[in-house]
């Protein structure tokens, strides 16, 4: 509960200065919007073909938004003193963090939400079960966790647009993979039980211990 | 002379031993020993790079000591960081502040952070003493940079912690502001609270502090009451 203020908070003012400035949603959806179009004009996505590409073509789209997004986490943080700001308060660094997580989490949804009727209009894709929202979601969750914490090295360095794709996609590989391979499952392009059975307890587990090792490791690296 | 303090039973408010602190090779502290009684006005000179803002910095909790202990109202800073935490209010270079909101919700965010009870009371009552109760709705980037320090002053007493610590604070004030700072202060430290102030102005140090100390090569090289300086107010 003690954490629970200092992440509202921080989710609160995060969400505030998006709706005034909008500069991480938007710029992330009409990167994934384009590469969504890239992908149906260069693999020519037929009807027959959709089941098989959709997946990793909605991934990619994602990924490639998502860290986007994740590149802006702490920006603006670091550019407007607010992590000296936020790191002085009494609050545990591990709430600092989860609320960043937090606020990466709903903006990659927000996104995502938005992505897929675009994507489901351009592949004429029509697959929309239970288990393709749980995958989005588990995966997110990963996907937003890890991204934060590398968004939060990132920054504190010189080329930080390069290091947070090149520190982050080798350690969110087996998520995106499973994200993938349930995808696929889910819209018939594979043997659906076995596959889900297998990959959706492993997302869980992939988030679980990425959120116990993630804000230990952040309070580490911002001690300084 | 020392009150009462305003946290516990604790006689005073900054006790710092044995401090070292460096970055890579080169001795930023060295065996610095300092304490500050409740009520204290300590302000703190020294040439640039003589440590000054490394202090508050370790005092603050921004810096981790390499070696030695702090303890803020009684509080150890490495074994019971967020209580040191919550004693202290900074007013540093950097305002702190999000320019994208407006003043009333930047003290809102960290007032929440700092479990401020009667917030929206108590944001009114700091916007009034800064003198920016009329400006609290502005964005923070339509604001001057002066503007900007009082609002950065503002959030650094809205939790009314027991010590302030200040990072050259008249930088870019005028010359209301800075009196309207000194009486801020003055009731500060007469309510029992402490002030740790760094800064290049002897005249305005000397005027508005309890006690001075000159700080070179990472040590206290003076401390005591400014008369001693032959240059008091």
New interface residues.
């Given amino acids: 509960m003690r954490m629970l ?2 992440m ?2 921080l989710v ?2 995060d969400l ?2 998006e709706l ?2 909008r500069d991480i949603v938007v710029s992330a959806l009409v990167f994934g919007f384009l590469v969504v179009v890239v992908f149906n004009f260069a693999l020519k996505v037929s009807p027959e073909r959709v089941a098989e590409l959709a997946p990793g073509i909605l991934w990619v789209a994602f990924a490639f938004a998502g860290t986007l997004a994740m590149s802006r986490a702490f920006v ?1 943080e670091r550019e ?3 992590l ?9 660094r591990d709430a600092i963090f989860l609320g960043k997580a937090l606020v990466s989490f709903l903006f990659m949804l927000v996104i995502e939400a938005a992505l897929l009727p675009v994507f489901a209009i351009l592949l004429n894709f029509t697959s929309f079960t239970l288990t393709l929202a749980g995958a989005i979601l588990l995966a997110t969750l990963g996907f937003a966790t890890v991204g934060t914490l590398f968004s939060a090295i990132a920054v504190q360095t010189r080329s930080r647009e390069v290091m947070l794709p090149v520190l982050f996609f080798p350690i969110i590989l087996p998520v995106l993979i499973g994200a993938v391979e349930v995808t696929g499952a889910a819209v018939g392009s594979g043997p659906e039980t076995g596959v889900v059975t297998r990959w959706l307890p492993l997302l869980a587990v992939f988030d679980a211990v990425f959120l116990v090792i993630c804000p230990w490791i952040f309070s580490i690296i911002v ?2 | 002379m020392a009150q009462t303090g305003p946290v516990g039973n604790t006689n005073n408010s900054i006790e710092v031993t044995g401090l070292h602190k460096g970055f890579g090779d080169l001795p930023v502290l060295w065996d610095l020993d300092l304490e500050l009684g409740w009520g204290e006005f300590l302000a703190l000179f020294g040439a640039n790079g003589s440590g000054k803002t490394t202090l508050l910095r370790a005092l ?5 000591p390499d070696s030695g202990s702090i303890r803020i109202a009684g509080f150890d800073t490495r074994r019971r960081p ?2 040191a ?2 004693q ?1 209010g ?1 007013v ?1 270079h ?8 407006t003043c009333r ?1 930047n003290l809102t ?2 007032g ?4 401020v009870e009667n917030l929206k009371g108590r944001i009114e009552e700091v916007l009034e003493l800064v003198g920016l109760n009329r400006r609290a709705d502005r964005r923070v980037r339509s604001l001057s940079h002066g503007m900007q320090k009082r609002l950065a002053i503002a ?1 650094a007493i809205l939790h009314q912690p027991s010590l302030l610590l200040l990072d050259e604070p008249e930088s870019g004030l005028d010359r209301d502001s800075v009196a309207s700072l000194a009486e801020l202060l003055r009731e500060w430290t007469a309510s029992g609270r402490s002030v740790v102030m760094t800064t290049h102005n002897v005249d305005l140090g000397l005027a508005w502090s309890s006690r001075v100390a000159v700080m070179s090569n990472g040590r206290l090289d003076f401390d005591g009451a400014g008369d001693y300086l032959g240059v008091g107010s």
């Fill in positions: 203020r200092p509202a908070a609160w003012k505030l200065l005034r400035s603006r407007q003193g607010g000296e700001g936020l790191l002085l308060a009494p609050v545990s001690e300084e | 603050a909790g921004q810096a981790r967020a209580a935490r919550r202290v900074v540093a950097s305002a702190f502040l999000y320019e994208d909101l919700e965010f960290y929440r952070l700092y479990s959030r």
